[in-house]
């Protein structure tokens, strides 16, 4: 089959690679009818997060239609099956999942002492996502195994296009996870850091939520008017201040909740010195992220207020003010999605027309002109905001 | 066809079959081998200033050699970043300051006169090298005055945005919850 492959910094191809075969009994494979990239890739792109090997297939935003199961799924899934793969890899049995903090499976990750090693304790398992989380190939392919299929999925009906369904792999119930964390009051305003894919889902989830007044922050025009389009108040950081006006819109007072949507390649820009700063420590490997947003919002956020991380930081962040942080008694809210919890809500809200996700693809094409497409999200050419790709 | 990658797949997991074409461009190369090249040159700049000055019958130099060797290896990293096009570029200016010093250092008295010269000649072949690979991998972000499409109508709110406002607000009511305020109500846009 067809796949996009991981081969070092900056180079993904389209390799022939063997299919893939059901290797325990809770496996199944799927026939891939749509995939996307996501700006969690981008960081594998740039090889930002340690971990990858050269030969490792790409992707974590997946749907098609079941062609094989395992005798241990147990009828939880049948061949011709219609489902969309959460990107974390759950077993629905331990404590975790349990208590649905999916993200923190126990069971999934195949390689958990390099986990264990690193973050102290392992988490689940994820699809295309480094040998920190089990090395598990991808679904920017044609088929893709499915482990532990019996709990990682998501079924979905007939009748409604891939487009609208896809993004329950991942960035829309992280968006609705990063608003659900900000305890949403009818009085609030939610700023957002970051109008890429999630930011969108974000504003989206917020306004949904309650909020009173969604504040969307990025430099890039066409993000900024998606997020406008959405309900969003929008600043553009590379021509005003994001506290100065932050402060307006609040009366002095500053949001009381704050969404990061960015993550750990913050833009760097010569007016803002710290991202410099951090750039070069990144490149010596003395700091892995650049944490610029998680300061601005410990700087800017309400006292009392809420604190919300979905954009992915993967070691050691430097120069965090703790002293604002402690002080102004804020609360920090983090993690990768338990997107299982939300799934059959927002599922529900997508039939129901109350909101239709396809709103933020900018791109359709097959998945061989998937290299290229990389470089054009990456460098935000064309307008791109998301691009899903057709096997 | 033999992957080395496919050493290291767990087993059962898909093998690369065949590869396909990788995007990286004849510039991403030779700036991959001018960063190493930086690297090393900066590594015994900053190593052994002394042979260098020698070589060169500057010596007295040696800690500005030292710098120079420092910059070598900053500039070098940089070329092997995601940002190579400034590591290039920094190359580019570490050249003309590396002619510089060369230049300053052909007096009529200094005996390495030659070494000089052959030095020179090579700071000119390697800096058109580094003029070339900086001009072939610019960055393609698009400048910030370029025209881009607008999505003005992507509210992804099938039945509007006010139908949500209206849906939070009746929700907010029910639970009970502090009541939208009015001077909150100006706020809504
Ligand atoms: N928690 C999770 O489970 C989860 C899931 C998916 C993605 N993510 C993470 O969310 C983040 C965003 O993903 P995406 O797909 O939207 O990526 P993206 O790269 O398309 O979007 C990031 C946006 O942030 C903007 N930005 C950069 N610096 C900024 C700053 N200082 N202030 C405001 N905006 C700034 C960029 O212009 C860009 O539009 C990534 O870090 C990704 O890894 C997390
Ligand atoms: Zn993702
Ligand atoms: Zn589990």
């Known amino acids: 089959m067809k796949a996009l492959v991981w081969h070092g910094k900056e180079d993904i191809r389209c390799d022939t690679v063997t299919d893939p075969e059901i290797q325990d009994p809770r496996d199944a494979i799927i026939k891939v009818t749509s995939c996307a ?45 219609r489902i969309v793969v959460p990107f974390t890899i759950i077993c629905g049995e331990c404590d975790q999942c349990k208590r649905g903090n999916f993200s923190v499976c126990e069971t999934t990750n195949r390689k958990r002492h390099l986990a264990d090693k690193v973050f102290g304790h392992t988490t689940a398992g994820l699809f295309g996502y480094t040998h920190l989380t089990g090395g598990y190939p991808g679904g920017q392919a044609e088929y893709l195994r499915v482990p532990y299929a019996d709990a990682t999925h998501i079924k979905v009906p007939a009748g409604i296009p891939d487009e609208q369904l896809l993004f329950l792999s991942d960035i829309f119930p992280t968006g609705w996870q990063a608003a659900v964390q900000c305890d949403i009051e009818p009085t609030d ?27 969307a922050i990025d430099c890039l025009p066409e993000r900024l008017s998606m ?46 010195p710290d991202t410099l700063l951090d750039r070069a420590k990144q490149m010596v490997m003395a700091e892995s992220d650049r944490p610029h ?39 920090m809210r983090t993690g990768q999605t338990h997107v299982n919890r939300w799934t059959d809500d927002l599922l529900r809200r997508i039939e129901d027309g109350e ?37 | 066809m033999f992957h080395f990658s496919n050493i290291v797949r767990t087993k059962g997991d898909p093998k690369i079959v065949q590869g396909g074409p990788s995007l990286k461009q004849p510039a991403d190369q030779l700036a991959r081998a001018l960063g190493w090249f930086s690297i090393g040159l900066g590594v015994v700049e900053f190593l052994a200033p002394r042979r260098v000055t020698e070589t060169l019958g500057m010596e007295g130099h040696e800690t500005l050699v030292r710098a120079f060797g420092v910059r070598e290896i900053l500039a070098g990293i940089m070329s092997l970043s ?49 003029y070339r690979a900086a001009q072939d991998t610019k960055p393609r972000r698009p400048p910030r005055d370029a025209r881009r499409k607008l999505y003005p109508n992507r509210s992804g709110f099938p039945k509007g945005i006010e139908s949500v406002r209206t849906a939070a607000r009746q929700i907010a009511a029910h639970a009970g919850q502090n009541e ?8 809504v846009p």
């Open chain 2, 82 to 130: 995601v940002e190579k096009n400034a590591g290039l570029w920094a190359r580019v200016g570490g050249d003309g300051l590396d002619a510089a010093a060369l230049l300053s250092g052909l007096t009529p008295d200094n005996p390495k006169n030659g070494n000089i010269a052959l030095a020179l000649l090579m700071v000119g072949g390697i800096a058109m090298l580094d």
């Open chain 2, 180 to 187: 939208v305020k009015q001077g909150d109500e100006r706020r």
């Open chain 1, 293 to 331: 947003v998680l300061r601005e919002m410990i700087y800017v956020c309400r006292p009392g207020g809420i604190i919300s991380v979905a954009g992915v930081y993967s070691g050691l962040s430097d120069m965090l003010p703790m002293g604002a942080f402690m002080n102004k008694g804020l609360t």
């Open chain 1, 227 to 272: 997020a406008e389009a959405g309900g969003a108040t929008t600043i553009n950081f590379e021509t005003e201040s994001v506290l100065e006006r932050l402060q307006e819109l609040t009366d002095g007072k500053g949001p009381e909740k704050c969404i990061d949507c960015v993550g750990m390649e913050s833009h760097v820009m010569a007016s803002l």
């Open chain 1, 37 to 81: 990239i996501c700006g969690s890739d981008l960081h594998l792109f740039h090889n930002f997060i340690p971990g990858m090997l050269p030969g490792d297939i790409m992707g974590h935003e997946t749907m098609g239609e079941v062609v094989e199961v395992g005798s241990g799924v147990d009828g939880k899934l049948q061949k011709g099956d």
């Open chain 1, 189 to 215: 305003t939610v700023a957002i850091w970051g109008c890429g894919p999630v930011g969108q889902m974000a504003i989206r989830s917020a306004l949904l939520l309650g909020a009173n007044q969604v504040i």
């Open chain 1, 355 to 391: 909101i239709d996700p396809s709103f933020v693809i900018t791109h359709t094409v097959p998945l061989e002109q998937g290299p290229e497409m990389y470089q054009v999200f990456r460098d935000k050419r064309d307008s791109c905001v998301k691009v899903v790709l057709k096997p």
